[in-house]
């Protein structure tokens, strides 16, 4: 005769594999804003280069949700440049530049492709 005697439960496998699921989607979301990123590297008007290398994301997380936060460090004098580039600016005469709208149309449809994938992840269930 064989006989099987458990002690205890199952709550640090069962945390362990709610851990792993959790990083699984975060996973996703590293992905997504890696190509973020380079969207938005592509589509920054480009004089010396440095706002356009100076994007980055990162990715925000508590226990009931997760968020990309797509950023750039490129700062001259307090002043944030892919901001300027995007809604425009006084010049030091009196003059204007006009901004050109850029980030929009880059990050638009990868926010598309996302919506895209929870909504096929919401219907699969």
């Given at each position: 005769m064989?006989?099987?005697?458990?002690?205890?439960?199952?709550s640090k496998t069962t945390q362990y594999f709610e851990r792993?699921?959790?990083?699984?989607?975060?996973?996703i979301l590293d992905k997504y804003g890696r190509e973020g990123v380079e969207a938005l590297s592509s589509a920054t008007p480009v004089e010396s280069g440095?706002?356009?290398?100076?994007?980055?994301?990162e990715i925000e997380h508590s226990k009931d949700s997760a968020a990309i936060s797509f950023s750039n460090s490129h700062?001259?004098?307090g002043v944030p440049i892919a901001i300027i580039l995007?809604?425009?600016?006084?010049?030091?005469t009196g003059g204007w530049v006009q901004g050109r709208d850029y980030i929009n149309p880059a990050i638009q449809p990868l926010f598309d492709k996302i919506a895209e994938e929870a909504w096929k992840e919401v219907t699969r269930l």
């Amino acid at each position: 005769m064989i006989t099987f005697r458990q002690k205890g439960d199952f709550s640090k496998t069962t945390q362990y594999f709610e851990r792993l699921k959790e990083f699984m989607k975060l996973g996703i979301l590293d992905k997504y804003g890696r190509e973020g990123v380079e969207a938005l590297s592509s589509a920054t008007p480009v004089e010396s280069g440095v706002t356009a290398a100076s994007w980055y994301y990162e990715i925000e997380h508590s226990k009931d949700s997760a968020a990309i936060s797509f950023s750039n460090s490129h700062v001259n004098q307090g002043v944030p440049i892919a901001i300027i580039l995007q809604y425009g600016h006084g010049t030091g005469t009196g003059g204007w530049v006009q901004g050109r709208d850029y980030i929009n149309p880059a990050i638009q449809p990868l926010f598309d492709k996302i919506a895209e994938e929870a909504w096929k992840e919401v219907t699969r269930l």
